[in-house]
Nanobody, 121 residues
Framework: QVQLVESGGGLVQAGGSLRLSCVAS????????MAWFRQAPGKEREFVAA????????YYADSVKGRFTISRDNAKNMVYLQMNSLKLEDTAVYYC??????????????WGQGTQVTVSS
């Protein structure tokens, strides 16, 4: 079992930056692939970014590539999402997720409660 708690969301102007954090419970954090998803009002939840257990292999949705950076600190059971050059369309609830599965963009087993990110013009 893994419990995930996100933080760091808020209101930011377009072009600005935010850093989301997610803390995980449990002693096997380093064995999970960690990811961020987001869900905008009226839209389905979508994959944003993922990082493998080693923190080296990362994956990004095309919409955020070059602007967002995912990272993890296994010693602290933390995963981060650095979001730069934010756009209005980045407004969403952002969720942290964990899996031991082989597919990067789906099939996550554990989810946080989400943190709201609102980008204003």
């Amino acid at each position: 079992q893994v419990q995930l708690v996100e933080s760091g969301g808020g209101l930011v102007q377009a072009g600005g930056s935010l850093r989301l954090s997610c803390v995980a419970s449990g002693r096997t954090f380093s064995s999970y692939r960690m990811a961020w998803f987001r869900q905008a009002p009226g839209k389905e939840r979508e994959f944003v970014a993922a990082v493998n257990w080693n923190g080296i292999n990362t994956y990004y949705a095309d919409s955020v590539k070059g602007r967002f950076t995912i990272s993890r600190d296994n010693a602290k059971n933390m995963v981060y999402l650095q979001m730069n050059s934010l756009k209005l369309e980045d407004t969403a609830v952002y969720y942290c997720a964990a899996t031991k599965g082989v597919v990067v963009t789906t099939g996550y087993d554990y989810w946080g409660q989400g943190t709201q990110v609102t980008v204003s013009s």
